[in-house]
């Protein structure tokens, strides 16, 4: 094995450092977030009908190329100790309520297109810590 230097090894791959203290919860959404606006455009799939199951079967619910997903891939969040791509690893991971994954993940909050942009600005008013925000982004579209 070769030895190599940190700078030269992130020349050619994507190096994150982990941190010895753990992420609030506010962290975590927002890296999320910011892992999300990496490809703004990107077009994400939402999960259908997150509000008619119940809870065991909402809580095994995933797909591929979901928002929840993405945050699975990131090793920082896997360090963090997001344990999986369901929506039940999602909730317990990030503090999620069934309204916020209602309003994040479900297809019907999205009419046909979500892309992570859209995610994105759903997540950071999510971890906003001023309440006003957070109920005005729930008009927004």
């Not at 940190?6 to 050619?12: E, G, K, P, Q, V």
């Not at 503090?95 to 994040?104: V, Y």
């Not at 046909?112 to 995610?119: A, E, I, K, L, P």
Request: charged fraction near 30%.
């Amino acid at each position: 094995m070769k030895k190599q230097s940190l700078d030269r090894i992130s020349a050619i791959a994507d190096v994150t450092a982990l941190s010895a203290a753990p992420m609030s919860r506010r962290d975590r959404l927002r890296r999320w977030a910011d892992l999300l606006t990496r490809a703004p455009s990107r077009c994400l799939r939402p999960l259908a009908m997150v509000e008619f199951y119940a809870e065991s079967q909402r809580a095994r619910l995933r797909g591929d190329e979901t928002p929840i997903a993405y945050a699975f891939a990131d090793p920082v969040l896997r360090h963090e100790g997001l344990n999986g791509d369901t929506l039940g690893d999602a909730e317990a991971f990030f503090g999620l309520n069934r309204h916020d994954t209602h309003r994040l993940l479900c297809d019907c909050r999205y009419h046909g297109r979500m892309d992570s942009r859209s995610v994105a600005r759903r997540l950071r008013a999510l971890a906003d810590p001023n309440p006003l925000r957070r109920l005005l982004d729930l008009f927004r579209r």
